[in-house]
């Protein structure tokens, strides 16, 4: 299993409330020194990988690397905090929410050329993984495209393209279905049985009238529309963080407003189907 590096947005955003001190409490230590280098530890609440301290194997990997995974702590801290008889995940957690409570509303930022140090291993792994998908893919010729370059707004509408393609199966497979009876009476009669015999089974138990009428008309469309409803909630939350760290993007405000409006429309009119 490789290891994934925090996201560059990711680590903005931790530094943005960090207030450049180690969270562990009570400690002051900074994490970036006055010759702009970064001398904390970024540090998995759940950890990184197996055997790695809290380790949960029920996340993703972008959960692991993710904003609400991550702290930042001195050296000694992060240390110190492996010792998982006293430093439970929730006890990791609550340090985080309080430190970054105390300097919501920082101004800090880091330092670029520090960033860039601690990007290094992200690159190297996306560089590994276009190595892996193009020039040494084991059926090139088949693989599935990854834009290791893509953004996250990339990746969104590539979801939300995906969701178009997926109505359109159901819609294909709903059809097909539905002239499932048709179809089946037409074989009868070529092969000269009155398709009548079967009028005295009812609908319900005659496997091919409305055939998987649950899945084309609750299964499917309530999966589709929650699918649809998460990728719009996690747009906004991604966009939430990001504007933290980058207010002056406008194109990134405007998607959110917009973003915004949809998903109250959603909240307040989006239904099961029963």
């Known amino acids: 299993m490789q290891r994934l590096a925090p996201r560059a947005d990711t680590i903005r955003a ?3 409330r ?3 001190q180690c969270a562990f409490p009570g400690c002051t230590q900074p994490l970036i020194n006055d010759k702009n280098q970064f001398i904390g530890q970024v540090s998995h609440i759940e950890g990184a990988l197996p055997g790695g301290e809290r ?3 029920d996340q993703t990997d972008e959960e692991r690397r993710g904003y609400a995974n ?3 702590f001195c050296y000694p801290h992060h240390i110190e905090t492996n010792d998982l008889s006293e430093y439970s995940v929730e006890k990791l957690k609550t340090f985080k929410r309080e430190h970054e409570a105390t300097f919501e509303k920082s101004d800090f930022k880091i330092d670029e050329a520090a960033l860039f ?3 290094v291993e992200m690159e190297s792994y996306w560089a590994r993984i276009e190595r892996l998908n193009t020039l040494e893919h084991r059926m090139a010729e088949l693989a599935f495209e990854i834009n290791t370059k ?3 707004f990339d990746i969104i509408n590539s979801c939300q393209e995906n969701i178009g393609y997926l109505s359109g199966f159901h819609d294909e497979f709903h059809e097909s279905d539905e002239k499932l009876k048709a179809d089946f009476d037409l074989l009868l009669k070529r092969k000269g049985i009155d398709p009548k015999v079967f009028d005295d089974i009812p609908y319900y138990e005659n496997s ?4 998987n009428w649950g899945l084309h008309h609750l299964g499917i469309p309530n999966r589709m529309q929650r699918l649809k409803i998460d990728l719009m909630h996690l747009e906004i939350k991604y966009l939430e963080e990001f504007l933290k760290t980058n207010s002056r993007d406008q194109q990134a405000r405007e ?3 917009h973003l915004k409006k949809a998903f109250a429309e959603l909240a307040q009119n989006a239904i099961v189907v029963e």
């Not at 091919?208 to 055939?211: A, E, K, L, S």
């Open 117 to 119: 140090k601690i990007m």
């Open 70 to 72: 991550l702290l930042l």
């Open 150 to 152: 893509g953004s996250f």
């Open 14 to 16: 931790l530094f943005a």
């Open 18 to 20: 960090s207030g450049n």
């Open 208 to 211: 091919f009238q409305n055939r």
């Open 55 to 57: 380790y949960n194997p």
């Open 255 to 257: 998607r959110l407003e």
